[in-house]
């Protein structure tokens, strides 16, 4: 069966790393949720995105106005499961070949709910929790999950990255 791999953890915390990791070895998919909303801010700031996340680390004001139009405009527009049901949609037509796919960037229980009940039967699906010393959701509007219907694992990721490859 597919694996399809939640990953869970504060900014900072290595979720891209692991999720690049799992995919390049793997031959694997790192989706996100946010891409839609990734898309728009470097469309708006005029960067490209593989250049968010350091202006991110830089300037955080970027992380700030990414919250807030995820968080302020969008879900209440156009509804909180809004950018789980479009990915849930790009994975039914666009990823169906893929064996590992990795999401990289849940935080909320809605995303969860709506991955699960769309793709349980498509994906053993993971949650992974990723904790490193010294991050939190202080600057975030997500959180630790926990749901009762996936296996969820807990990493530490205080190591470097030869830790994680081995």
């Known amino acids: 069966m597919k694996k399809l791999i939640l990953l869970n953890g504060p900014p900072g915390c290595g979720k891209d790393a692991i999720a690049n990791i799992l995919t390049e070895n793997h031959d694997g998919l790192n989706l996100k949720f946010a891409q839609p909303l990734r898309s728009a801010v470097c469309e708006l700031l005029n960067i ?22 995820g968080e302020n405009v969008v879900k209440p527009v156009l509804g909180k499961d809004w950018f789980a049901k479009l990915l849930v ?8 070949n893929h064996k590992l796919l990795v999401i990289s960037d849940i935080g ?29 959701f202080d600057i975030d509007s997500r959180d630790y999950l926990n749901h009762s219907d996936i296996k969820t694992c807990d990493i530490s990721n205080n190591g470097d990255i030869n830790n994680l490859v081995h």
């Open 48 to 69: 490209k995105d593989e250049n968010l996340e350091n202006n991110k680390v830089i300037n955080p004001n970027i992380r700030t106005l990414m919250i807030n139009i």
């Open 108 to 136: 909320f229980i809605q995303e969860i709910d709506i991955i699960y009940e769309n793709l349980k039967d498509l994906y053993k699906i993971q949650l992974w929790k990723i904790y490193r010393s010294g991050k939190n």
């Open 89 to 96: 949609e790009k994975i039914k037509t666009d990823y169906t």
